[in-house]
Every structure is written in structure tokens, then in C-alpha cells.
């Protein structure tokens, strides 16, 4: 029960749904890239990408000083699902500005 109460917590709020969508459109990015393309600060992003990860949505890959997030495979039918639903919604996504030169 309390990782599916995670899971709609994660998605109820636009900004991790545009970040869910930008991750899933992106694929695999880094914190940096996600903070100049929403031009958000860093711990406001992390707070997000937490949320998401504690929600089954997210892994996170660490390289060096880098947090690289990406969809966590495999992901379940419910996620699955969700993410799906994700895509018909009209989210205004910010094209990506990439600033992680390291992958």
C-alpha cells in the first residue's frame, strides 16, 4: 500500500509530470540538464526527482559528480499505464539544454 500511495503522490503535481514527461521524451539526463531546461534550482529539482524515484518511476545512475535520471526498467503494467496516460496530456515540455557534457 505505501509504495502505491508513493506512486499517485508522485504524479500528483504538474511540475514532476512535465519532468516525468521531459525524462521519458529525453530518456536519460542529468540534474543539470533538467535545471537549465525548467530553469529551476537544484534543490528544487532534486526535491522533484525524489519524489519520482520513491515513486517506481526513476533510477538514478551517479558518475562522478553527475546524477544521470532515467525510467526505471522493468516497470510495472501500473506505471506503465500511467506514463502512457502521460502522453496525451497537453504539458508544456521545454526542449532540452543540455549542459552534462560527461555521459
Known amino acids: 500500500m505505501d509504495i502505491f500511495l ?3 503522490s508522485a504524479i500528483n ?19 543539470c ?6 530553469e529551476m534550482i537544484q534543490s528544487r529539482v532534486s526535491r522533484h526527482l ?3 524515484k520513491e515513486g517506481g ?8 559528480r553527475w546524477a544521470y535520471y ?3 526498467t522493468p516497470l510495472d503494467e501500473f506505471r506503465q499505464a500511467l506514463l502512457k496516460e502521460l502522453s496525451f496530456l497537453e504539458l508544456p515540455i ?9 555521459k
Open 57 to 64: 518511476f526513476l533510477k538514478v545512475d551517479r558518475r562522478g
Open 50 to 52: 525524489k519524489i519520482l
Open 94 to 102: 521545454p526542449p532540452l539544454k543540455a549542459l552534462c557534457t560527461s
Open 70 to 72: 532515467s525510467i526505471r
Open 13 to 31: 503535481d504538474e511540475t514532476r509530470l512535465r519532468i516525468l514527461r521531459f525524462i521519458v521524451e529525453h530518456g536519460e539526463v542529468c540534474v
Open 33 to 38: 540538464d533538467i535545471e537549465n531546461s525548467f
Open 6 to 8: 508513493k506512486t499517485i
